[in-house]
């Protein structure tokens, strides 16, 4: 479990789902899972010699 994650599980306990610090960990949180997940993509096509044109959106 990342560090981010313990703080923003310990957030949604104190503060409730609605707070801002709450909402502003868990924004960081979905950024950490999408560069995890675009690093993980990133590695698989180089694996399997993949050439994806992906949007960044």
Do not use: F, P
């Not at 479990?1 to 960990?25: E, F």
């Not at 979905?30 to 560069?35: A, R, S």
């Amino acid at each position: 479990m990342s560090k981010t994650q313990s703080i923003l599980n310990k957030a949604i306990q104190y503060w409730g789902m609605n707070d801002i610090v709450t909402i502003m960990l868990s924004q960081k949180r979905d950024k950490e899972i999408i560069e995890a997940q675009r690093k993980e993509l990133d590695e698989w096509n180089k694996k399997y010699n993949h050439q994806l044109d992906l949007c960044n959106g």
